[in-house]
């Protein structure tokens, strides 16, 4: 954006500083690297994200995130033994097949909103308990609206899943102890751990999206459970 140097290059703070001094243009964009950024000038990462975001709210940039980090607030000690880890894992892990679930449960209900035979704007508005603005039945120019015929997606059937499709992601990480992270790097899904680990320039990232997820879920959780089987044999050899 025009004003986006002149702003920054004037601005004495030393978030602006910071961000001045360490954008990276690349191509069409400029690159920020908070957590790096945050280190390097002894600021805190909020400190860098408020400064980005009012420089975004004045017009000066045009903010895109990625590698959003979830914040946590703890609540009370930490647990010490082994079982109470292992219980806070078990609620943490269940959370978030949870939120998958849900996740994909929404993707469903807005496909089955775009292809269903009825006004896009007012089956929108009826999913939330709403009305169209003066209880009209239809919007009049939506696709629906304007062709009276639903939209009929791609057949689409997924490939079946066996020991063998998932090999090509085994080599590409030595990572065993997480068969839904494997699951999810093969379907294409980022976080950042799969960018620690230089997965999103891999060639598997997004490799079996023609897969079923569930399936795809239980076939890295046999291969993990595979080597942890190898590394108990390995240890009980070495017993005396």
């Excluded at 601005?11 to 954008?23: C, H, P, W």
């Excluded at 999206?209 to 390995?234: P, S, W």
Aim: proline residues 5%; aromatic residues 6%.
């Amino acid at each position: 954006m025009p004003t986006y140097h002149l702003t920054l290059k004037h601005d004495t703070s030393a978030e602006g500083k910071a961000i001045f001094s360490n954008a990276v243009h690349k191509v069409k964009y400029h690159h920020i690297d908070v957590n790096a950024v945050a280190r390097a000038a002894r600021l805190t990462r909020t400190d860098i994200v408020k400064k980005l975001n009012q420089l975004n709210e004045h017009g000066h940039i045009e903010l895109k995130t990625s590698g959003i980090e979830h914040r946590y607030l703890i609540l009370k000690a930490l647990p010490q033994t082994d079982r109470e880890i292992e219980a806070v894992t078990d609620r943490l892990y269940a959370d978030l097949q949870a939120r998958e679930t849900d996740a994909l449960h929404r993707g469903r209900q807005v496909i089955d909103l775009i292809t269903g035979r009825k006004c896009f704007a007012r089956a929108l508005a009826e999913h939330f308990g709403m009305d169209l603005p003066g209880g009209g039945a239809s919007c009049g120019h939506c696709t629906f609206c304007l062709t009276a015929t639903p939209i009929t997606p791609p057949s689409w059937a997924p490939r079946r899943t066996t020991a063998g499709t998932i090999q090509r992601v085994l080599e590409a990480t030595p990572v065993r102890d997480d068969p839904r992270f494997l699951a999810r790097v093969a379907f294409g899904i980022k976080s950042p751990r799969v960018m620690m680990l230089n997965l999103d320039k891999s060639h598997v990232l997004a490799s079996l999206v023609d897969h079923d997820f569930e399936d795809l879920l239980r076939e890295f959780t046999k291969a993990c459970q595979g080597r942890l089987r190898d590394f108990r044999l390995i240890d009980n050899r070495k017993s005396p």
